[in-house]
T-cell receptor, first 112, second 115 residues
Framework: GENVEQHPSTLSVQEGDSAVIKCTYS??????FPWYKQELGKRPQLIID?????GEKKDQRIAVTLNKTAKHFSLHITETQPEDSAVYFC???????????FGPGTSLSVIP | ETGVTQSPTHLIKTRGQQVTLRCSSQ?????VSWYQQALGQGPQFIFQ???????GRGNFPPRFSGLQFPNYSSELNVNALELDDSALYLC??????????????FGEGSRLTVL
């Protein structure tokens, strides 16, 4: 089955700097890669996603890149703000069941 | 539009007991997935229900079972509770038809503590 790895596990940046989180996946058949943000004590919420027919997608300060050959994808947050502090999960979809497999998470702290 | 709701929000059980967690999917969503999230970890896929049938299962033993009802609400049952079952159990619904995966809409979760 699909396995998703994520790095780093924790990340601290100064407000205004950029943050990058990297993930790898194992199943070459996976074709959908969402990113979820989970604030402390809250539910995970989708912030951006990318499908395998696209190499990059951007939404304001957030962008995701996908390299299908290398089986890795990354989340880029520019001009970070304190409210970006949360745990971020990458995920990959195992197409045989459409089940979403999550990475272990990255705890991002944005220091004012 | 009503979001995903779960009950109970918190509960405490002892080893060997059984627990039932409930989830009401978002209006119009026919697919429900259950995840176990241990402290400091990512959500682990338990199983998914699509139109009342199990549609995929993760690496969880048979004592984890589920149901989906005609109104697409769902239950997660765990028998013979073990200490390691202590976790946040998340339910997520989606309007997914097979082969068209999209966003998961999560509930707030049920936090289970096994003593």
């Amino acid at each position: 089955g699909e396995n998703v790895e994520q790095h780093p596990s924790t990340l601290s940046v100064q407000e205004g700097d950029s943050a990058v989180i990297k993930c790898t996946y194992s199943d070459s058949a996976s074709n959908y890669f969402p990113w979820y943000k989970q604030e402390l004590g809250k539910r995970p919420q989708l912030i951006i996603d990318i499908r395998s027919n696209v190499g990059e997608k951007k939404d304001q300060r957030i962008a995701v890149t996908l390299n299908k050959t290398a089986k890795h994808f990354s989340l880029h947050i520019t001009e970070t703000q304190p409210e970006d502090s949360a745990v971020y999960f990458c995920a990959a979809v195992e197409t045989s069941y459409d089940k979403v497999i999550f990475g272990p998470g990255t705890s991002l702290s944005v220091i004012p | 539009e009503t979001g995903v709701t779960q009950s109970p929000t918190h509960l405490i059980k002892t080893r060997g007991q059984q627990v039932t967690l409930r989830c009401s999917s978002q209006s119009g969503h026919n697919t429900v997935s259950w995840y176990q999230q241990a402290l400091g970890q990512g959500p682990q896929f338990i199983f998914q229900y699509y139109r009342e049938e199990e549609n995929g299962r993760g690496n969880f033993p048979p004592r984890f079972s589920g149901l989906q009802f005609p109104n697409y609400s769902s239950e997660l049952n765990v028998n013979a509770l073990e200490l390691d079952d202590s976790a946040l159990y998340l339910c997520a619904s989606s309007p997914t038809d097979r082969g068209d995966t999209g966003e998961l809409f999560f509930g707030e979760g049920s936090r289970l503590t096994v003593l």
